[in-house]
């Protein structure tokens, strides 16, 4: 009998041993090399994406859910699991994206709370240059009860026929884990959200499930018949610390599956590089006189504040909140105003578009080119800034498009918004017999979109030169401020909207300045046409406006 028992006891022993758990410690790294997750030939999204702090909006209620009896406990997790340090949600998701490459630059939003709003996170989002925040919402935090398993018969067998102590040791009951977040993608541009997604198993064979024993979801000496009977938060507790570090190795890798195999080709659709698209701007308005016994301008100043209030009122095709910079009087000089569009550059780059306004007073480099004064570090003297220089500032980072908008004069004497010499003038390159006159605006927009930048120029005049009438960027009295920008306001303001469509684009506004500027310049017996030059692929381009 002795000869017989011992066989059967490392039966009962292998049975035990066999049917052990099978939960593993996950190694995520080794997952994704092994799954082939991410491509060989992987780049990065080229996006800049912020990760907010997660939150949770848990579709399971822990006060429904969480009764004696239930074969399901929502473990809601606390600060430290979505938010801390270490292993906590964001820690983990962050990490990940930022191990794998998912974008050009992934980093946290600085200095942002869980219950911070959409508008806070857009805030610092764009002052922190990014293209996008991600918002991961936590909707699954929860383990269950999933049935007995094969092992089970062994396991009743065993607890009549030799003891119930082997019984414990038996993984005859499965549990599983579901952790789902949604994230939730937002432009810095907007925060409007552009694209959600719900990571996380949407198969139930997917879903974490282990078999666990009875030392595992916690002893009980009658498990076998009470599972999960007896079961309190400890147990379900004890359940969590098991199978959700599966679960968050699952739902990492299941978004790098979807930023990979989807998003990374919908992040290059038009409608999301539209929704994303930033489009900011520098006004710049100074009075700094004439030279050389030219008039002193008088309204660039007002002319400037008068845009920037429009532009922070616009309702159609607006520039992004919080995108708008103004330099006026003493504070336009030339570092401000290369200092701010560098600052500027970094919200505008390959998807993006600047808009520069300049109201003030044009003159020429001692090499003819066009420039425009700026106040210079003494009191009362000015700067001559080749508008080169500006505007290589404003392309730094090749955005999409540049609205540039010039409201003065190059090459007429005497006026109040050109402070051009006879020695510049004289240094003109002289036109051959018969040559058409080119504009000196043209070397402009060709440094402007000889690196794939589009330009749209809107100039008070034409800037050709040698010719009898040199051309004025006329101010008028009566209008407080330059004739150019006063019709460039009111056409922006919904005149200019011919069609009734609530978008102005520039070729409207064009249509609505040119004729009233000309007649006005007739009637003031001066000569003053205005000079628009638009790049073939944004004819339809929308100007900031207001609805009508």
Known sequence: MKQFLIPVSFVVLALAFAGCTNVETPNFDADVVKEKIVPQNWSPIPLRVGLAPFHSELELKPEQTNKRDTKRWVLNPDKDRLNGKDKSLYAQLL?????????????????????????????????????????????????????ANGNYGWNMAIWWMVSPIFTWWIADEDFDAQVQFELRMYPAATGEIARSRRIGP????????????????????????????????????????L?????????????????TKEFAGDAQSDDFQDAIRRRVGLVVGTDVGGRGGAASSRFCGPDA??????????DSSPLVKGGLRSLTGPQATRAAVTDTLTELSELARNNDDMFLFLCGTGTLTDKGKPAILLGGREAGKADVVPLEEIIDAAVRQNPRTLVLSLDCSFLARGDARCAVTDAQLAALPKQAEGEMPISLLKAIIDRVERNGTKCILMSATQALPWQTEPEHAMEMEDLGGGLFTAYVLDGLSGNADTNKNGVVTVEELQAYVNPRVNQIAELEGLAQTPFFVVNAERKNFPLPALKR
């Open 305 to 314: 504040n008068a845009l920037t209030a429009f532009f922070r009122r616009a």
């Open 95 to 147: 990490e990940a994206l930022q191990k794998y490459r998912m974008f050009e630059l992934t980093e946290n939003i600085k200095g942002a709370e869980p219950n911070w709003n959409d508008e806070q996170l857009r805030a610092q989002a764009l002052n922190q240059g990014l293209d996008v925040f991600i918002v991961p919402v936590v909707k699954r935090h929860d383990v269950g009860h999933a049935g």
């Open 243 to 259: 199978l959700l570090p599966l679960a968050d190795c699952k739902v990492k890798k299941d978004t790098l599956r979807y930023l």
């Open 202 to 241: 949407a198969n139930p064979k997917d879903v974490i499930k282990r078999s666990l024993n009875d030392w595992q979801h916690g002893f009980n000496l009658f498990a076998i018949y009470g599972t999960p009977g007896y079961f309190g938060e400890s147990n379900w507790v004890a359940v969590g610390n």
